[in-house]
């Protein structure tokens, strides 16, 4: 998945968002207390492009996660105490992956691996799903999975959010779009050798990936820039508000912990941080999620008003420079998109 367009656009984009991100400071080191799901850096030299996330509920203190594109059936299980890889996992059965976005854990047990990315904005006629029980022993190992088609009932589109709800086992995917995207609801039981037609049940903003909170009543979708956490019931949002997310180079993913006390945010490159962010209220899963990330030198990219209060680190001047760069990053966006690939 491409951040930024190619070309001069691509350019300055790109260094803009390098000297705003000198401004935001580095990212966080691994973890070296022994505690589980803290911020910590992913260490194995294969995750380059980590671009989903997906805490363990069989194997506290693990996060799954995978490559972009062009990197095989591959699933990674690593340990957030140490930033290692217990764990490479191959899926038997599912075709050649062509841009895998997305990982969600279900309340059956399953993982849910999405390959849903279509960065040219609807060229793929479908989508896949693929799903596979999570291993009860962190070791390498090749399952079987089985592979679902995914179409969207308003045509084609891209994507890189699938959530799946902790309670109803229902798969959503919020798709990406610079004018906003929609989320869209899965049939109530995904179906192999059929298409699997999604349906769009709301709008979003711009959406790099989401996560439902433990119970179920949160959902947090994330952008480049900013994170939102809504109320959702019955299906369908509702209320929304900002959430605290860190400034990272190349914002791509979001999970609650297993206990749903904090987010963690992933981003992508080699050795790339997750950063906690606590949710207030603890472990119910459905606090509001307004807490300071833990370990961000940058603090929050877009959350104006949603947050707690800052501590007084980051300062006046580091949010004039993330706002100033973000715009003109976006304007760079919009250009590119008026004036076509180059």
């Known amino acids: 998945m491409r951040l930024y367009p190619t070309g001069p656009a691509g350019t300055r984009a790109a260094a803009l968002a390098a000297a705003v991100l000198l401004f935001a400071g580095a990212g966080p080191a691994a973890a070296d207390d022994g505690r589980p799901d803290r911020d910590f850096t992913i260490e194995d030299p294969r995750i380059t492009e ?36 217990l764990a490479t996992i191959t899926m038997r059965g599912v075709g050649e992956p062509r841009d895998v976005e997305g ?7 399953d993982l849910y691996v999405g390959d849903i990315g279509d960065n040219l904005d609807g060229t793929w006629s479908h989508v896949w799903i693929y799903r596979f029980p999570e291993p009860k022993q962190l070791r390498d190992a090749t399952v079987d999975a089985v592979q679902y088609d995914v179409k969207y009932a308003d045509g084609a589109r891209n994507a890189e959010a699938l959530m799946v709800h902790p309670k109803t086992g229902r798969v959503y995917i919020a798709s990406k779009n610079e004018d906003g995207g929609g989320l869209y609801e899965g049939p109530a039981k995904l179906t192999a050798g059929s298409v699997n037609t999604f349906r769009r049940v709301g709008e979003v903003p ?25 109320a959702f019931e019955n299906g369908r949002l509702g209320e929304d508000r900002s959430v605290a997310a860190p400034f990272q180079r190349q914002a791509e993913s979001v999970t609650y912990t297993a206990d749903g006390s904090a987010l963690m945010f992933g981003s992508e490159g080699a050795q790339s941080d997750v950063v906690r962010g606590e949710v207030e209220g603890g472990g119910s899963g459905s606090g509001q999620e307004q807490g ?22 980051g300062g006046a001047g580091l949010g004039a420079a993330i706002v100033v760069g973000v715009g003109v990053l976006w304007f760079a966006l919009r250009r590119k998109r008026g004036q076509g690939e180059g």
């Not at 990982?103 to 047990?109: A, K, T, Y």
């Not at 179920?216 to 994170?227: D, I, P, T």
């Not at 300071?292 to 680190?313: R, T």
């Open 50 to 85: 980590s671009s989903g996330l997906a805490a363990s509920r069989a194997h506290p203190g693990v996060y799954w996660t995978h490559n972009d594109s062009d990197d095989g059936p591959y699933v990674f299980a690593v340990d957030s105490r140490t930033g290692k890889t």
């Open 103 to 109: 990982i969600s854990v279900g309340p059956d047990g």
């Open 206 to 230: 711009w959406v790099t990936d989401g996560a439902f909170s433990p119970d179920g009543k949160r959902l947090v979708l994330r952008s480049y820039f900013s994170a939102r956490a809504y």
């Open 292 to 313: 300071k990330p833990s370990g961000s030198a940058g603090g929050e990219a877009g959350d104006q008003g949603g947050g707690e209060e800052g501590d007084g680190k």
